[in-house]
């Protein structure tokens, strides 16, 4: 939005404090729906343009009115209010009557905003980033950024003439000469500084100009320059150096994970890949799904394309410590894996197992996240629930501190950096992502 100000205008001031409110309360507005807009499928399968719509209600001023519909001032001043009630409530009817939907009292107006992900990724995570991160022995990501001035010399090319220390040096290299004229022919340095002019800079031809009295006194006297006053600029790469990081999304397609389980994995893992491409520029993220057998697939095919079959969670753990141990190991990297299951597992020692090695190579932070809908399967008549043991056969091998939010658990062992939660609907993705997201202080 554009605000026009001029200095004639006595109310400018207040119109911009009127948009900044405005912007403040939209913004305001948006956070407190995040949970819901990260709940929609729209985003995950439809990003053209990467906007989400908003419904908003519209924005109204406050101000005050007599009476309880426009245009009636009747009662002003008088009525059964005593001093400390609070006004401009309507007490609720006591036997549950009252105005239908639709009926008497107007809707509100709502309008629909457009938001960019990344503006609203910015809203979601502000003072969030990648925990335990850390500065590794070999440093591979070395970002540009243009060219950074690193000192001065006397030599170099005319590009990089460096205006204000040459001028500088030949006003001091000017005003030495003429102080040596003054010394050896004892005259002034009006004329001492005429005369080196005329001589082009050179002192003897200016001491014999003054003793031969054929100083050009209407000559206006200038800075000399000469090639020892010349400056140059020294320019190197400006570059930043990153530390290494990468992450192992890592998520269970078996057939046990239905389309709703498989959904609410996958808003919970775009989300947390939008933000990582956003904040950082070196991080690179790979993706695993896993039935029975684990593999590693691409973006697209990670977050759109549906598989079914048995469940062997131990596949992705084994699978995530084939890519750590080939493309990046821990003494150069700062490695996050994050795994989604509905808890089911065929072999849940075997996973331990491979958590714990996992765990043994000390990467940088492991996040387990358990979705847990209370759904019914059918299959060829017969109906069954699905029985998550992975997060309680967790529980029993590592100790965690626990902590409740919206009717769910959060669990963390500093000490092994291993984080774990339960999803079990859309609103609890946004405090899981704030788990696992949290930013410890920076060295």
């Avoid at 030495?176 to 500084?193: F, Q, S, Y």
């Amino acid at each position: 939005m554009t605000i026009s100000n001029n200095p004639d205008w006595d109310f400018s001031e207040k119109g911009r404090k009127d948009v900044k409110r405005h912007q403040d309360k939209m913004k305001d507005i948006i956070k407190k729906k995040v949970k819901d807009i990260i709940s929609e499928e729209s985003i995950i399968t439809k990003r053209k343009g990467k906007t989400v719509r908003i419904p908003v209600k519209g924005l109204k001023d406050y101000k005050f009115r007599y009476g309880n519909k426009e245009g009636d001032e009747s009662g002003v001043g008088q009525g059964d209010a005593k001093p400390g009630d609070i006004i401009g409530k309507k007490p609720k009817p006591q036997d549950g009557s009252g105005n239908q939907p639709g009926e008497n009292d107007p809707g509100d107006d709502t309008i629909d905003i457009e938001v960019n992900i990344d503006y609203l990724i910015e809203l979601m995570f502000e003072e969030l980033g990648l925990p335990y991160i850390e500065e590794k022995t070999k440093v591979q990501q070395v970002v540009p950024n243009g060219w950074k001035f690193k000192s001065i010399s006397k030599i170099g090319t005319p590009a990089k003439i460096h205006k204000r220390r040459t001028m500088k040096e030949a006003i001091q290299h000017t005003s030495v000469l003429i102080g040596e004229i003054m010394r050896i022919t004892k005259t002034d340095r009006n004329t001492a500084h005429k005369a080196l002019c005329q001589a082009k800079g050179n002192p003897k031809e200016a001491i014999k100009l003054i003793k031969s009295k054929k100083v050009d006194l209407t000559i206006k006297p200038f800075v000399l320059m000469s090639d020892d006053s010349y400056r140059y600029k020294q320019i190197e790469p400006d570059i930043e150096i990153h530390s290494n990081a990468v992450v192992i999304a890592m998520m269970d397609v078996s057939g046990s994970m239905t389309k709703e389980k498989k959904y609410m994995a996958r808003g919970m893992l775009f989300w947390m890949t939008e933000f990582l491409k956003k904040v950082y520029d070196c991080v690179e993220i790979k993706f695993v799904t896993h039935t029975t057998e684990a593999k590693v697939v691409d973006e697209d095919t990670f977050f759109h394309k549906a598989e079914s079959g048995g469940t062997a969670c131990h596949t992705a753990y084994d699978k995530a410590i084939e890519i750590i141990d080939s493309e990046y190991p821990v003494k150069d990297w700062n490695v996050y894996c994050i795994h989604i299951s509905d808890g089911e597992d065929w072999d849940t020692d075997r996973t331990i197992s491979s958590i714990e090695r996992l765990l043994n190579k000390e990467i940088s932070m492991l996040g387990y996240v358990e979705v847990d809908l209370n759904e019914s399967e059918s299959l060829g008549g017969y109906t069954w629930h699905t029985n998550p043991v992975l997060l309680k056969a967790i529980k029993e091998k590592w100790n965690f501190d626990i902590t409740r939010e919206k009717n769910t658990e959060f669990l963390k062992n500093e000490k092994k950096r291993f984080l774990a939660c339960v999803i079990k609907e859309s609103e609890h993705i946004y405090p899981a992502l704030k788990h696992f997201l949290f930013e410890k202080a920076k060295k």
